[in-house]
């Protein structure tokens, strides 16, 4: 059982959570910028990419011998501008109340695959000391 | 590991709108300053943000990694006149020229700068707070 299957999707959901929360703190710092357009991931494309075998896009390093690391990172890609909910006068398309919350959930989706993660580490820690650690 | 990136970003933000806050406190402090003739006076300043472009790959993929202040431009607006012969600083007509701060304009500014300045804070918090996790897992 190699890592990668025992964690499941929940590293690769990490990884995008974490590319995620990268682009949203861009936006609120971009929050004054004059013609600085919001972006987001679109976390189910990304995770479709990601959990689909063969890659879309072509672009991850090949995997032959079994334990090697992809090179590509699943959340590359996959961004998008966001809708504006008003217009604004100097261009800029972000809305820092939007930005805060979609940040604010992101947060507790990587601590939910986080503690998924803590979960599987501590059934495969029972599993080797059975139970007696 | 792109959570470390953030601190960059969120500071990024933070030293941004602190030069927006240093400007509005010189403009503030200014407001009443008098000049001689119209190019001497106080010129009311305001930074010019934009974003860093980093991440350089395809197109569609260049995204910005943070903000910079751009530069700081001047204010444009009509310079007042007042009559003052008393003033020590008037010309030989008897008249000073005073900034041409708006302070309402600027307290606005101030806020608008601060409330930025916070959220960069909260961002940063967060993420310190999602690294620790990240440090704690399997324990």
């Known amino acids: ?133 | 590991m792109s959570l470390f990136t953030i601190f960059n970003v969120a500071g990024s933000g933070m030293a941004a709108q602190s030069v927006r806050l240093n400007t509005v406190a010189s403009n503030l402090a200014n407001a009443d300053s008098v000049a001689s003739s119209p190019e001497a006076a106080y010129r009311s300043r305001e930074p010019l943000f934009a974003a860093v472009q980093q991440r350089v790959g395809l197109a569609d993929q260049a995204q910005a990694e943070g903000v910079r202040v751009a530069g700081v431009t001047e204010s444009q607006a009509a310079i007042p006149s007042r009559y003052e012969p008393g003033n020590p600083l008037a010309n030989a007509d008897g008249y000073v020229y005073s900034s041409n701060v708006n302070p309402v304009d600027e307290l606005v500014n101030m806020i608008s700068a601060s409330r930025s300045y916070q959220n960069n804070v909260e961002v940063m918090n967060s993420t310190r707070q999602l690294l620790q996790k990240t440090l704690d897992l399997g324990k």
């Open chain 1, 1 to 133: 059982m190699t890592p990668d299957n025992l964690f499941g999707i929940h590293t690769k959901a990490l990884d995008v959570w974490q590319r995620r929360s990268e682009v949203l703190a861009n936006n609120l710092a971009n929050a004054d910028t004059p013609d600085y357009k919001a972006r987001d991931v679109d976390f189910s494309k990304v995770l479709a990419a990601a959990s689909g075998a063969a890659d879309a896009d072509g672009v991850s390093l090949a995997t032959p011998t079994p334990g090697q690391i992809g090179g590509a990172s699943a959340a590359q890609g996959a961004l998008e501008y966001r809708v504006p909910n008003q217009p604004t006068m100097d261009g800029n398309t972000v809305d820092e109340q939007v930005e805060q919350a979609a940040f604010a959930a992101n947060g507790v989706h990587y601590q939910a695959s986080l503690s998924f993660i803590t979960a599987q580490i501590r059934m495969l820690r029972t599993a080797i000391t059975g139970g007696q650690g």
